[in-house]
């Protein structure tokens, strides 16, 4: 049976606008004060991973895991966030990453339904400050999963949220976590970045520039055959 594309769940941070690099500068800040080294090849392994996760793997990158207890690590946790939230506060809607706008709006005129699935628990207060909260038919954040991103839990739920299936469904991400969460959750997934670092994307677009429906359907169509 042929299956139609019927929606688009997109990622946030890194897809349509770029906090990945706010988060990344918030995170380098607290690795430093910490003593613990910080590079943009290490921050790869944290773009989708929930706040508290991202802790633990910095803190196990310096072996400085046993070092604090639960409640000091959220502090540290919160003193990320209110960098963080001092880095996003001047976010408009020219932050949104280049033909993001237009993609959405080409989705839209085909009847797409639009999904958000972010690991973020700002992704409300960023979508409002990007002025594109009211295009989503569906979003659903950290707050209201139980398990991160790798697994599909999130992308499932804006899955049934829209009410299709999940063979019915794109996801869009820029981090490797995300990718294998929309295999895992039986998506079609497209990845945003370097084509080297996503083996299991379906389709792999440099840039946001770069999306486009036309060419996300080809190879939709063609994997359906
Ligand atoms: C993801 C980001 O979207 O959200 C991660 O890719 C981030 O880098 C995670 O750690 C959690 O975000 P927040 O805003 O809840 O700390
Ligand atoms: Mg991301």
Redesign the pocket.
């Known amino acids: 049976m042929v299956k139609l594309l019927r929606a688009v769940i997109f990622?946030?941070?890194?897809v349509i606008t770029d906090?990945?690099e706010y988060?990344?500068l918030a995170?380098k800040a607290l690795a430093e004060d910490l003593g613990i080294s910080f590079t943009r090849e290490f921050n790869e392994e944290?773009?989708?991973?929930?706040?508290m996760?991202?802790l633990e793997k910095i803190l196990a990158r310096g072996g400085k895991q046993q070092d604090f207890s639960n409640e000091e690590k959220e502090k540290l946790?919160d003193q990320?966030?209110r960098h963080?939230l001092t880095l996003i506060k001047n976010i408009t809607p020219s932050d949104i990453l280049p033909g993001v706008k237009e993609f959405i709006s080409d989705l839209k005129t085909r009847g797409i339904k639009l999904g958000l699935a972010?690991?973020?628990?700002?992704?409300f207060q960023v979508m409002e400050l990007l002025g594109i909260k009211d295009q989503f038919d569906a979003i659903v954040?950290?707050r209201e999963i139980k398990k991160g991103?790798p697994d599909p839990e999130i992308f499932l739920a804006a899955g049934k949220l829209l009410h299709v299936e999940p063979d019915e469904c794109i996801g869009i991400e820029?981090?490797s976590a995300?990718v294998e969460s929309i295999k895992r959750a039986g998506m079609f997934a497209v990845a945003i970045g370097a084509k080297e670092n996503f083996p299991e994307a379906d389709l792999v677009f440099s840039s946001t520039a770069e999306l486009s429906f036309e060419n996300i359907l080809e190879i939709y169509n063609k994997n359906l055959t």
């Open positions: 990622d946030l941070d890194g906090t990945a988060h990344y995170w944290l773009k989708g991973v929930s706040r996760d991202s946790a990320k966030n963080y972010s690991a973020s628990k700002n992704a954040d950290a991103k820029d981090a995300g």
